[in-house]
Nanobody, 126 residues
Framework: QVQLVESGGGLVQAGGSLRLSCAAS????????MGWFRQAPGKEREFVTA????????DYAEPVKGRFTISRDNAKNTVYLQMNSLKPEDTAVYYC???????????????????WGQGTQVTVSS
């Protein structure tokens, strides 16, 4: 079992940047594929990005490609989400998530992930 705690959210103007962090504890961090999802008010939770166990593979949702970067430090049990060129439509609660299932099909489906953080709010003003 793994516990996930996100940090780094906040209020930023459009065009600005934020870096989210997700600290994991309780299990072998490198055994998990890690991901970020987000949920805006009145909308379903949606996939943002994911990274494989060894950081050799990453995947991004189309709206964030070229602006967001996921990375991980297995020695620090932490996954990061660097968000640049933020837009008002990026406003949402961002969730860190982990799954034991390997990297591959169904990566973008929230139901395939085993553990979730409590979320951190990101608000982008226009």
């Amino acid at each position: 079992q793994v516990q996930l705690v996100e940090s780094g959210g906040g209020l930023v103007q459009a065009g600005g940047s934020l870096r989210l962090s997700c600290a994991a504890s309780g299990s072998t961090f490198s055994a998990y594929v890690m991901g970020w999802f987000r949920q805006a008010p009145g909308k379903e939770r949606e996939f943002v990005t994911a990274i494989s166990r060894s950081a050799g593979y990453t995947d991004y949702a189309e709206p964030v490609k070229g602006r967001f970067t996921i990375s991980r430090d297995n020695a620090k049990n932490t996954v990061y989400l660097q968000m640049n060129s933020l837009k008002p439509e990026d406003t949402a609660v961002y969730y860190c998530t982990a799954r034991l299932q390997g990297y591959g099909p169904m990566l973008k489906y929230a139901s395939t992930y085993d553990y979730w953080g409590q979320g951190t709010q990101v608000t982008v003003s226009s």
